[in-house]
């Protein structure tokens, strides 16, 4: 069975996004370009695939396409699964693309199921929300940026218990990023 890796950027209090939910606007980011590139190897190393919901999806096609980096290759290189309620949301704009229309949950479980590498989920909100309700996700990479938001949009609220993790490996960077794993 493939892996579901949720990885993204988090504040110090856990938001990964502002109160409206809108990851388009995550100045909160500290740059680090060392761990950039560190994590696109790792991705490289274990992950061929990613899993976004529409907006998400939008939102990076208007950056990575023309991005320079390993990070931008990486990504520009794999298969980007996009879910959709809508059947007719055309994805060949960003090669690589395929389009899982209807119910996400069931499209998620049956790649999971699926040869190849691990499934990288990078949003939003409410994808990974779901996700994580639905108890696909095996592993978080979570990179916590020297920031408190105050308030946001966290992946883990609206938790009906506790999930336990286990921490694998943490890295702290110049910027005072730390970059963290757990599984599930």
Known sequence: MRPLIVSCNVSVDGFMAGPDGDLSSLDFIVPDEQEENDLAVRFRDVADT????????????????????????????????????DADFDVSIWPNSVLAAGDGLEQVRQLKETAGGALVVFGGVQTIRSLIAADLVDEYWLKVNPVVLGQGSSMFSDLPNRRPLTLRTTQQFPSGMLDTTYTT
Do not use: C, H
């Open 50 to 85: 990613i899993v976004v919901g529409r907006q998400t999806f939008l939102d990076m096609n208007a950056y990575w396409p023309t991005a320079d980096g390993e990070m931008a290759a990486w990504i520009n290189a794999a298969t980007k699964v996009v879910l959709s309620t």
